[in-house]
């Protein structure tokens, strides 16, 4: 059974207001549309399993999560990074040891410590003795297009039917979460119910064929409008004069914009407590 999750807007609204409050401190690139959707997505749980973060850097995100289920049955969660200056592509957050300092010191002033699982290896090391179903997956790490499908790869079969995979910066440059949100994700009929919020690109996983079936025309939708806007990125290209203004253009027709809570819920099949 998933966990208990929020039972109304105000309660949304409520861990929203927490969670930002918490996390507006630390460094990060997460915007307000950003976390709104990530919040959304954690007190919202449709599928039992952890809760897993791939990328941490300070915890901006990693705070906003353990805060956000504090509001739920299960209050924890695993964050994974190497915290090791890797200088690669698509990574424009290096981190070492004092950053590592740092994002323990910020868990700590905020009394989450006891809620976060923190795994210091690569993505793809912590997959391999990984063996629990996953319920919300929190993919921020390298943003090469190497380094996203790598991430992608080596988790996606761990989320739960029902679960979320969730993207960072689907639409920003550079493009690798972009990439595999498109041909991975949009393109997949083990994905359904999906969208875009800000710069994150979320879906859910499916638990039948019907359930994707019943997607099709909005996947194929988001496949369309995110394509184009990809290929602008890909295999190199410049984001610079001509190919910047029709990059910003595409990116514009894109729907990005924050959903109401009894929408979301809808979408995801979201159950209310008390509802039947």
Same mark, same amino acid.
């Given at each position: 059974?998933?966990?208990r %999750?929020?039972?109304?807007?105000?309660?949304?609204? @409520?861990?929203?207001n927490? &969670?930002?409050?918490?996390?507006?401190?630390?460094? =990060?690139?997460?915007t307000?549309?950003?976390?709104? +959707?990530?919040?959304?997505?954690?007190v919202?749980?449709t599928?039992?399993?952890?809760?897993?973060e791939? %990328?941490?850097? @300070?915890?901006?995100?990693?705070?906003?999560?353990?805060?956000?289920?504090g509001?739920?049955g299960?209050p924890?969660?695993?964050?994974?990074?190497?915290?090791?200056?890797? %200088?690669r592509?698509?990574?424009?957050?290096?981190?070492d $040891?004092?950053?590592?300092?740092?994002?323990?010191?910020?868990?700590?002033v905020?009394?989450?410590?006891d809620?976060?699982? +923190?795994?210091?290896?690569?993505?793809?090391?912590?997959?391999?003795?990984?063996?629990?179903?996953?319920?919300l997956?929190?993919? /921020?790490?390298?943003?090469?297009?190497?380094?996203?499908?790598a991430?992608?790869?080596?988790?996606?079969g761990?989320?739960?039917?029902?679960?979320?995979?969730?993207?960072? /910066?689907?639409?920003?440059h550079?493009?690798?979460?972009?990439?595999?949100?498109? *041909?991975? +994700?949009?393109? /997949?009929d @083990?994905?359904?119910?999906c969208?875009?919020?800000?710069?994150?690109?979320?879906?859910?996983?499916?638990?039948?064929? $019907?359930?994707a079936h &019943?997607?099709r025309?909005?996947?194929?939708s988001?496949?369309?409008?995110v394509?184009?806007?990809? !290929? !602008?990125?890909?295999?190199?290209a410049?984001?610079?004069?001509? *190919?910047k203004?029709?990059? @910003?253009?595409?990116?514009?027709?894109?729907?990005?914009?924050?959903?109401?809570? $009894?929408?979301?819920?809808?979408? +995801?099949?979201?159950?209310?407590r =008390?509802e039947?």
């Amino acid at each position: 059974m998933p966990p208990r %999750g929020v039972a109304t807007k105000d309660e949304f609204l @409520k861990a929203l207001n927490e &969670a930002t409050s918490a996390a507006k401190e630390v460094s =990060g690139h997460l915007t307000d549309k950003d976390s709104y +959707i990530l919040t959304m997505l954690a007190v919202c749980p449709t599928a039992a399993g952890e809760v897993v973060e791939i %990328g941490s850097y @300070k915890g901006r995100s990693t705070i906003l999560l353990s805060t956000a289920l504090g509001f739920t049955g299960d209050p924890r969660m695993h964050a994974c990074d190497p915290f090791a200056a890797l %200088g690669r592509p698509g990574q424009d957050l290096a981190t070492d $040891e004092s950053v590592y300092a740092e994002f323990k010191t910020n868990l700590q002033v905020r009394n989450l410590t006891d809620r976060v699982s +923190i795994h210091r290896c690569f993505s793809v090391e912590l997959a391999e003795q990984w063996c629990r179903p996953i319920r919300l997956l929190w993919i /921020d790490g390298d943003h090469s297009y190497a380094g996203a499908t790598a991430d992608f790869e080596a988790w996606h079969g761990f989320v739960s039917p029902g679960g979320c995979l969730v993207m960072h /910066d689907v639409l920003h440059h550079p493009p690798g979460p972009s990439q595999v949100f498109v *041909n991975r +994700i949009l393109l /997949d009929d @083990k994905w359904g119910a999906c969208g875009l919020c800000g710069s994150v690109g979320w879906a859910q996983k499916v638990r039948s064929f $019907e359930e994707a079936h &019943a997607f099709r025309k909005l996947k194929v939708s988001l496949y369309r409008k995110v394509s184009r806007f990809t !290929c !602008c990125a890909a295999l190199g290209a410049r984001i610079q004069g001509w *190919n910047k203004l029709r990059y @910003k253009l595409l990116r514009a027709r894109i729907p990005h914009r924050s959903p109401s809570f $009894e929408a979301f819920a809808d979408l +995801i099949g979201y159950t209310l407590r =008390g509802e039947a």
